[in-house]
């Protein structure tokens, strides 16, 4: 008659890992973190562009065009990283608000160019309060500020380079990270 040696349990690591470690625990996402630090960073923005009439996306739309007007509908889409369907209302309310104006290229009767107006390039000057008061009250130092810019700018890539859907290039559309080629909206 054959006897078995009792064998002691092999404990499982899951089991007795403490819940901080669990792979699946929420506070441990990235993607967890991502959106709500960018749901609490927007809302320390929100108080300063509502006196502007501005959301966050219009504010993007100004920054970019207070950097370089007028701009194709095509390269401010590539900068801003959005497609056409999703820029446009925010370029007509822009234009409603007095903010721009949608003009047809010259050169190219295809291209729609966007300029700043008169009451667009005096908001700029309301607008350069914003920074240093979004740093004054994250109460994060600005050194602290461009390394979690520059950690976040390597994500992006990351996840582009993964095959990030919606990555948005050059043209403005969505593009297919391994082929650099525009994805069709489904």
């Not at 919606?166 to 969505?174: E, M, N, Q, S």
Request: charged share 20%.
């Amino acid at each position: 008659m054959q006897t078995s040696i009792p064998r002691p349990a092999v404990p499982d690591p899951l089991t007795l890992d403490p819940p901080a470690l669990d792979p699946l625990a929420l506070e441990r996402q990235v993607c967890f973190a991502l959106a709500i630090a960018s749901r609490s960073v927007l809302a320390v923005y929100r108080p300063l562009l509502e006196p502007m009439g501005l959301t966050h996306p219009q504010y993007l739309v100004m920054l970019a065009l207070w950097g370089r007007s007028p701009l194709s509908v095509k390269d401010l889409g590539a900068m801003l990283q959005l497609d056409s369907p999703t820029l446009s209302p925010l370029l007509k309310r822009l234009e409603a608000a007095g903010f721009l104006t949608r003009t047809r290229s010259r050169n190219d009767e295809r291209q729609l160019a966007i300029e700043l107006t008169e009451r667009g390039r005096a908001l700029r000057t309301d607008a350069e309060r914003i920074p240093p008061t979004i740093v004054s009250r994250l109460g994060i130092e600005v050194s602290a500020l461009e390394s979690l810019h520059a950690a976040l700018t390597s994500l992006i890539a990351a996840a582009r380079a993964a095959g990030a859907v919606g990555a948005v290039g050059a043209v403005g559309r969505p593009e297919d990270p391994r082929t650099s080629e525009p994805v069709e909206a489904s």
